[in-house]
């Protein structure tokens, strides 16, 4: 999908304490898978390089929102456990600073809301005018190294945090831009990191969020699954102890091994299940070339033939 093409996403209108809420969700037909985790005090989204693509997107579409109160949520059936112990994740909040305010009250009463009677959603179209160009004009600086822009008020309205059970994104239209067009940037395939919430004047490593895409996100996905039901068993919850994690850890990287290894014995497997054997040798010699059928006429009616009628039974 191109980004001249609209996505198609759902839309649900809230009315809650007093105040309008248009959430914004995907639609159950998008196959893209997102998790969550918190990490060396950073709230992290995962995913793979799909997933930056249409995070990026979200992200540029959300910065040209008009109407206060619109916010997008990413929740169950597109978030899956962590790939790296298959922790639950939480649900994602990208929330437009100036235009749409929450709290945690609102937060939660959206969250029982949206557990107790969701109602129907509509269906809307999700455009990213503009982005195609932006990002041909990209002089592929990364923001960070920006230095005349993050004495910019702007990057101090930018927050990374939970609240009441949702990992929330929050900053204004033009940050909302320009993390749209370096996540989108991330979808070429390789493991890479975006830090979100960077703190001005910081020199280190300072920010309350990061985007993660992970090349082969679902594999390890499906692999941490296994490795954690062979460490824990179906232990619930977030893992603290670290010593479990590492144990999860090498598991996870032993059920990728034998992933790798059953996919080249399936690709070396034909499909029929026979055994493969080396093709027939056609260079070798074909024996003496066949008697013309005149010759084989005259032997059917000369002495074999003769032979053949006056042979006794025995």
């Known amino acids: 999908m191109t980004l001249t093409t609209a996505l198609k996403l759902h839309l649900r209108t809230f009315e809650i304490h ?21 990490f060396h005090d950073t709230w992290h989204i995962l995913a793979g390089p799909d997933g930056a693509a249409l995070l990026g997107r979200l992200l540029w579409g959300l910065a040209f929102q008009h109407h ?16 790296f112990e298959a922790d639950p994740p939480a649900p994602i909040l990208l929330v437009p600073d100036g235009l749409t305010r929450v709290d945690d009250d609102l937060l939660r009463a959206l969250k029982l809301r949206l557990r107790r009677s969701p109602g129907a959603p509509t269906t809307i179209q999700w455009h990213t005018f503009g982005m195609a160009p932006a990002l041909a004009r990209d002089d592929l600086r990364h923001w960070r190294w920006r230095v005349h822009e993050r004495n910019d008020p702007k990057w101090n309205r930018e927050r990374m945090s939970r609240r009441a059970g949702f990992v929330c994104y929050t900053a204004p239209p033009p940050v909302l831009r320009e993390h749209a067009l370096g996540i989108y940037g991330m979808r070429g395939g390789f493991d890479g990191y975006h830090p979100l919430a960077d703190h001005p004047g910081s020199q280190c490593r300072g920010y309350d969020g990061e985007f993660q895409v992970i090349a082969n996100f679902a594999a390890r996905v499906s692999a941490a699954q296994v490795a954690r ?49 080396a093709p027939a040798d056609r260079t070798r010699p074909r024996g003496p070339r066949a008697a013309p059928a005149a010759d084989r006429a005259r032997t059917r009616s000369g002495s074999d033939a003769g032979t053949r009628r006056g042979r006794s039974a025995p």
């Not at 007093?18 to 918190?38: A, E, H, K, M, W």
């Not at 144990?247 to 014995?265: M, Q």
């Open 18 to 38: 007093g105040r309008t809420l248009r959430l914004v969700t995907l639609r159950p037909q998008i196959g893209v898978r997102f998790s969550t985790n918190y």
């Open 68 to 83: 206060p109160g619109t916010l997008i949520l990413i929740d169950a059936p597109h978030l899956v456990p962590t790939p």
């Open 229 to 277: 039901r062979a460490v824990v068993g179906d232990a619930p919850g977030v893992l603290a102890e670290r010593d479990v994690r590492w144990s999860i850890y090498d598991e996870t990287e032993r059920a990728l091994g034998r992933r790798v290894s059953a996919r080249k014995l399936s690709a070396a497997t034909p499909r029929d299940g026979s055994t493969s054997r």
